[in-house]
């Protein structure tokens, strides 16, 4: 463009994710995403204080299962949750599942998903944690 | 004449040669329930003040030039009827992603640039002889590339896009949504140039699926979708390419 | 004639690997381990010291192993999109720095953790 000519510039906004409500949205599903890290931190946690001995494990289990405790696990959830059905709802958009050629329609993709997810979570449940 | 209906346009001007700085002005345009926010700006032009300026061309959503900000949301303005309007005023304001050069009209090279980068023409490794006709598609070849066929390059996508807004480098919605049109196109033979392009820097990876550059397309073309499918197909032929090659 | 970015590329298949992993297990993980022995649904001797040990069997360390590492390395990769998000896209280098390096030392200390965890 000719160098003679002046324009004007707007500066980049830093809260134009609180513009609207699907921008604001999205913010919560990023954060979700964010959340899922966290938990793993804490997991990360409990594991790590398991090679420290009992005593240095039970101390960070009351932490975590006491009232405020149980009040970050739950919203943690609530994220993680929210990542989860996120996640799978882009990923059945982006690869379309399909048989003998032709798509899936989208309701049978969306209960055979949660179908699938409650299964194995059910199988980490008994398997891996031994309850039930 | 007995009193006739008119609305309040509020519009954002930038007058270089007048102010640092942009500034409003007020038009009250006669209102008619057909009228379009591009007829009362024409209107304005051609009765109120022609130092207004603002582009446009066919006043049917089909060429992509009259994008602006209306009542803060990007649209067309020869597609936002008056009568979508609740209040009793309408706020005309240029597009904010891009260089202001006066009133409504935006500097648009760097989104012609990003178009030009993505190669927006048929590649073929062998061009066939005009004798043998067109390159034929089956329907169902055509309807993979039905919807990002429909953009107009209006750049709204553009105006919706804050990672754009804080980066001016990012290849963006409309260039890559234009990009996947040809790789999915069975004439196209540049599937692999195309996304070699697409996932260099500044390419599809620095999108983060906010998603309303596929709010905004006036012609219901979804580029987020399309650039998230590209991340995908870029992803696997870059790993292809890492891994040994057999035979 | 335009590289691709392919340090971009396997960050972003791992980011995708990571997070398809994380929405499979991290909410089963949270509901047995964390909240249902909180609010009594399940009794807390299930997360006890003992019982802890008594199911880390090589199989389920490497298994915590991959869906620790996993969730924190999806979600850090979108927390340094957040920072963008919100202004901070002058600093990209020193962001990216920062979070691959939390990620890198969040998987020793899970390697650590899960080869040193005694067997019951």
């Known amino acids: 463009m000719d160098k003679e000519v002046r324009t004007y510039e707007y500066k980049p906004s830093k809260t134009w994710w609180l513009g609207n409500r699907r921008y604001a949205l999205y913010m919560v599903r990023e954060l979700s995403g964010f959340a899922v890290a966290l938990y793993g931190f804490i997991f990360l946690a409990q594991l790590f204080t398991l090679t420290q001995g009992p005593i240095a494990y039970e101390s960070l289990l009351r932490v975590l299962l006491s009232p405020a405790g149980i009040l970050l696990s739950a919203i943690l959830l609530v994220f993680a949750v929210f990542h989860s059905l996120t996640w799978f709802d882009l990923t059945a958009k982006v690869q379309p599942p399909s048989m003998r050629g032709k798509p899936v329609p989208r309701k049978l993709v969306v209960t055979g998903t949660i179908m699938i997810w409650l299964f194995i979570s059910y199988f980490v449940a008994v398997f891996i944690f031994r309850v039930g | ?92 304001e240029p597009l904010s992603h891009f260089r202001t050069i006066k009133d409504l009209v935006v500097e648009i090279d760097v989104f012609v640039k990003k178009l030009k980068s993505i190669k927006p023409w048929i590649i073929r490794n062998e061009e066939k002889p005009i004798a043998d006709g067109e390159y034929l598609q089956t329907p169902e070849q055509r309807d993979l590339i039905k919807q990002t066929s429909m953009c107009i390059n209006c750049m709204l996508c553009y105006e919706a896009c804050p990672v754009f807004d804080m980066d001016n480098d990012f290849i963006g919605p409309a260039a890559a949504a234009i990009s996947y049109r040809s790789v999915m196109d069975s004439r196209d033979d540049g599937a692999k140039e195309r996304l070699d392009i697409l996932t260099s820097k500044h390419g599809v990876w620095d999108c983060t699926y906010i998603g309303e550059c596929s709010v905004v397309c006036p012609k219901a073309v979804d580029p987020a979708l399309a650039i998230q499918k590209l991340k995908a197909m870029g992803g696997i032929s870059i790993i292809k390419s890492l891994l040994p090659k057999k035979k | 004639m335009a590289e691709p970015d392919k ?39 299930t997360v006890s010291y003992d019982s802890m040990l008594g199911r880390l069997g090589p199989l389920a360390r490497i298994f915590f192993l991959i869906v620790v590492v996993a969730s924190i390395y999806h979600g850090m990769h979108r927390f340094k ?35 040193l965890i005694p067997n019951p």
């Open chain 3, 7 to 45: 340090l971009e590329a396997v960050l972003w298949l791992t980011f995708t690997l990571g997070g398809f992993i994380a929405a499979l297990f991290i909410p089963v993980i949270i509901v047995i381990n964390n909240l249902a022995p909180g609010i009594g649904a399940l009794s807390s001797g």
């Open chain 2, 1 to 92: 004449m007995a009193s006739q209906k008119t609305i309040k346009i509020r519009v954002k001007r930038y007058i270089p040669e007048k102010a640092e700085e942009p500034f409003y002005s007020e038009y009250d345009v006669p209102y008619s329930e057909d009228m379009v926010v591009l007829d009362a700006l024409n209107y304005i032009k051609d009765n109120l003040d022609g130092s207004l300026s603002f582009r446009w061309s066919c006043r049917m959503g089909v060429c992509g030039s009259c994008s602006a900000n209306v009542d803060g949301k990007p649209k067309l303005t020869c597609s936002s009827f008056l009568k979508e309007s609740k209040g009793d005023s309408i706020l005309v």
């Open chain 3, 81 to 115: 999109f957040i920072l963008f998000d919100i202004g901070l896209l002058r600093f990209k280098t020193p962001i990216y720095v920062l979070v691959y390096a939390i990620i890198v030392v969040s998987a020793l200390i899970a390697i650590y953790s899960l080869i």
